[in-house]
């Protein structure tokens, strides 16, 4: 396009806007990272919440030869424990992965730092349990890539405390490079080794090739294996966990989600299991939004919406995240396109940062049940305070800054008089 008329569809784009005072971000370069220590040495390390009081340490050497054990305990040098885990390694054409380790440690008691060694050497990392009850604070950020501007959204995450990271797929945009993969872990690893990431997969995590890696998702299960199994899930696509009184589903936008799929029946299987009781929130997170009032990506999540609405509305899902779209956008509680006080919130969160940019055109007019949309990187926060509040926050990367720019509190459906009605545990309330 011609840089003057570019101009023009930018002015007529912010116009409609929701804060016309702030420009748009272009995308950044990526950042490079290295390895600098031996090749014994510890790299990529990120820990993964296993169950209730167990957490999964991952991470990869170049050097094969180191065993896959962790060191740890409660004080900083002096390891009283010790867990021994498995690995594993794949080749994608000519690349051959290092050693990838994953070794599960615990029990380990809630909101404890503990300093833990990996493979017997190199430095000590940290890592903070999250609480046993509210109050618990999620990161939520979809899309990251490994651009300038990830940096600067995961220095806003690090500058204020959480407990939990979830991620709403699109890690890493190797897209098939798999040294990206590395680059990536390497990137996020001062964070992700300090605090539970838990994702779930996006479009870019498939790298699947015709005949030779028909089932795509190689180095994503090798690197980022979730907690399925213990979540009766039979994919590593799609599984589910508790922490501090919430219920959280991970859903796979990328695999088969139809009513006779094995995902489908798995999701109703959690549901109803679930006990308002014991978790009264209950949330989801998936890649290809069900709700999007952005020009990108429309109907993309419409078949998956179809399938799996109805059984997320009957279990009154307090809240739904998605990433895809590189923007933000909150819905209302919806159902079938329709506003209704007892749908799910619907969020769209696609803004983490990564070398594609911004999904700058919206459709106009914007929805009613829009209720604020925004092309800009940044990160979201759900501090869910006690069984019936909870506050969302939209912090907008403003250059090197971070800027509250949509903020509300809501209350847990199951504390409702008349959407709580049928949900278990709600009578005990
Ligand atoms: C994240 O923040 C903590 C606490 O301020 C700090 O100790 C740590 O070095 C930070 N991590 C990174 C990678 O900046
Ligand atoms: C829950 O938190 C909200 C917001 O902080 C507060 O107004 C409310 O009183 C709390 N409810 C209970 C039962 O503690
Ligand atoms: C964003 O950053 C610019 C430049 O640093 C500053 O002038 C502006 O006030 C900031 N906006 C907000 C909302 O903080
Ligand atoms: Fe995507």
Redesign the pocket.
């Known amino acids: 396009m011609h840089r003057s008329l570019l101009l023009l569809a930018i002015f007529f784009l912010r116009t409609h806007d929701a804060s016309v005072d702030f420009t748009r971000q272009p995308p950044r370069p990526l950042v490079n990272t290295y390895h600098d220590g031996p090749e014994s040495h510890p790299q990529q390390v990120h820990v993964s919440l296993v169950g209730n009081k167990y957490m999964k340490v991952s991470w990869v050497t170049d050097e094969h030869n180191v065993p896959s054990v962790v060191d740890f305990g409660k004080v900083s040098g002096k390891y009283d424990s010790l867990a021994t885990g498995e690995t594993t390694s794949y080749s994608y054409f000519l690349y051959s992965s290092g050693k990838i380790h994953h070794v599960t440690i615990g029990p380990l008691d809630p909101a404890t730092t503990y300093y833990y060694r990996c493979g017997g050497t190199g430095p000590e990392f940290n890592f903070r349990t999250p609480p046993e009850k509210f109050p618990i604070e999620f990161v939520v950020v979809?899309?990251l890539g490994q651009t300038e501007w990830t940096s600067s959204t995961l220095d806003h995450i690090n500058a204020s405390n959480y407990d939990v990271l979830l991620l709403p797929?699109?890690l890493s945009y190797a897209d098939t490079h798999q040294p990206l993969w590395d680059s990536f872990g390497r990137l996020v690893g001062p964070y992700a080794s300090q605090r539970p990431w838990m994702v779930t997969e996006?479009?870019?995590e498939q790298e699947i090739f015709p005949i030779i890696y028909p089932k795509g998702f190689k180095a994503y299960n090798a690197r980022w294996p979730m907690p399925h199994e213990e979540s009766g899930s039979k994919s590593n696509l799609y599984y589910s966990f508790d922490v501090a009184g919430t219920h959280i589903i991970m859903l796979g936008s990328y695999t088969d989600f139809g009513v006779d799929s094995d995902q489908y029946k798995w999701l109703a299987n959690d549901l109803e299991k679930v006990d308002r009781l014991l978790t009264p929130w209950l949330i989801v997170l998936l890649?290809?939004p069900w709700y999007n009032s952005n020009a990108a990506?429309q109907g993309e999540g419409e078949s998956m919406r179809l399938a799996m609405e109805q059984v997320l509305y009957d279990s009154r899902v307090d809240m739904v995240f998605a990433?895809?779209?590189h923007a933000y956008e909150r819905f209302t509680r919806v159902f079938n396109n329709n506003a209704t006080p007892c749908g799910p919130i619907y969020v769209t969160i696609?803004d983490g940062g990564n070398r594609e940019g911004l999904a700058m055109i919206y459709k106009e007019p914007s929805p009613s049940i829009s209720l604020f949309r925004e092309a800009s990187f940044g990160h979201g926060r759900l501090r869910i305070m006690n069984e019936t509040h909870a506050r969302w926050s939209w912090h907008r990367n403003n250059d090197s800054a971070s800027v509250v720019a949509d903020e509300v509190w809501f209350e847990s459906l199951r504390s409702s008089p008349s959407c709580g009605q049928n949900i278990q545990g709600h009578d005990e309330l």
Do not use: E, T
């Open positions: 979809g899309d797929g699109d996006g479009n870019h890649h290809a990506h990433g895809h779209v696609g």
